[in-house]
Structures are given as C-alpha cells and as structure tokens.
C-alpha cells in the first residue's frame, strides 16, 4: 500500500505532545492588532490544547505523529 500523506497545513499548526495530547496556538493573533485590546492580545499568548471532540480529526490529518 502507498503512504498515507500528512496535510501540510496540519503539520504547520499542529504538535503533538509526549503524553497524546495535541498542541497549538490561537487564532486571532497575526494581523490588524492595533484595535485589540492589550488584554485580549496578553490572552491570546501561548499554547493550549486541541479539545477532545477536535482531537480526532488532527490524528486524521497526521496519521505518522
């Protein structure tokens, strides 16, 4: 059988953890961030993890992860 193929643009967003879980980022933080307010942008720092109903649609996109 041929590989299976990861989607390049899951590969970009995605990390998974040692333990299972599934990392990333949070959206809203690029672009157009002169009328945001600080705190909204201070809450959209750092990392969180990829909730349980989404969990096993990014395993589909990252079969070999």
Not at 20 to 34: D, N, W
Not at 35 to 50: C, I
């Amino acid at each position: 059988m041929p590989k299976m193929k990861t989607k390049s643009g899951a590969k970009k967003r995605f990390t998974v953890r040692a333990d299972g879980s599934i990392k990333r980022s949070h959206a809203f933080k690029r672009h157009i961030l002169t009328k945001k307010t600080t705190k909204s942008k201070r809450h959209l720092r750092g990392t969180v993890t990829v909730h349980d109903s989404d969990a096993k649609l990014v395993r589909a996109m990252l079969p070999y992860a």
